[in-house]
């Protein structure tokens, strides 16, 4: 993902991906560790943008009516979907976490337009503009 766009996502949702780093709550002798999303970033292209923007726009508004603060611990994409990994998500938040990653696989991840998953070497959700294209 483009750096700005990273940014903006970590500056709109500070709370799910913070650049603190992480311990065992349940554990004070586990040495607390960056994330994974903190140390590589949104392993994913810009067509996603959205996606994750709405997906933590409603993890985080579910928080703030009781639900338990998400923390991002790695974001990235994998066989064509969006995979994201957090912790501390109750079954209405893993929910919006699985059709997000389900939503994944419809929209190209260069753009955001309409997609389906390509199978070309490798495995991509593409529109069939970027059919062929990386994510750059
Ligand atoms: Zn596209």
């Known amino acids: 993902m483009s750096p700005e766009l990273e940014a903006k996502l970590r500056a709109d949702y500070p709370l799910i991906f913070t650049a603190e780093p992480i311990g065992d709550p349940d554990d ?9 999303c903190a140390t590589w970033g949104f392993e994913c292209g ?22 338990p603060q998400v923390v991002a611990r790695q974001v990235k994409e994998k066989f064509g979907g969006l995979r994201f990994y957090a912790g501390g998500p109750n079954d209405e938040q893993a929910g919006m976490i699985q059709v ?25 959700t593409r529109c069939a503009e970027h059919e062929n294209a990386d994510n750059e």
């Open 46 to 67: 810009d067509g996603w943008y959205d996606l994750i923007d709405v997906l933590c726009l409603n993890l985080q508004y579910a928080t703030k009516n009781g639900a």
């Open 28 to 36: 004070p002798d586990v040495p607390a560790v960056l994330t994974l």
């Open 100 to 124: 997000a990653a389900s939503m994944s696989t419809r929209l190209c991840e260069v753009c955001g337009n309409r997609g389906k998953l390509v199978r070309n070497g490798w495995i991509k």
